[in-house]
């Protein structure tokens, strides 16, 4: 079994910062990529950013001014620093892995974590 842990997300006003994390624990071989998405209000989720174990990250092109991703791999733990926050980043933010659980079985599955919420209001 494979968990992803997301916290950081909170009320915040406009213009200011919030540092999400998300932890990955269970059965973890290798992590390939780890990323961030978010579902705004009544719409889909969307890709936030992605880092890939060698550290090569990609960005949604709107996001990539204000929101930097890292990660600490001896912690399995991305992050997602966001600054100038706006009302239109409001959104549950989830966290996403893809991984191999075991050496015998080394096939990549996709997994999410529950979503944390960040509002952007005054």
């Known amino acids: 079994q494979v968990q992803l842990v997301e916290s950081g997300g909170g009320l915040v006003q406009p213009g200011g910062s919030l540092r999400l994390s998300c932890a990955a624990s269970g059965s973890i071989f290798s992590i390939y990529n780890m990323g961030w998405y978010r579902q705004p209000p009544g719409k889909q989720r969307e890709l936030v950013a992605t880092i890939t174990s060698g550290g090569r990250t990609s960005y949604a092109n709107s996001l990539k001014e204000r929101f930097t991703i890292s990660t600490d791999n001896a912690k399995n733990t991305v992050y997602l620093q966001m600054n100038s926050l706006k009302p239109d980043d409001t959104a549950l933010y989830y966290c996403?892995?893809?991984?191999?659980?075991?050496?015998?079985?080394?096939?990549?599955?996709?997994?999410w974590g529950q979503g944390t919420q960040v509002t952007v209001s005054s």
């Open positions: 996403n892995a893809v991984l191999s659980s075991t050496a015998s079985d080394r096939t990549p599955r996709n997994y």
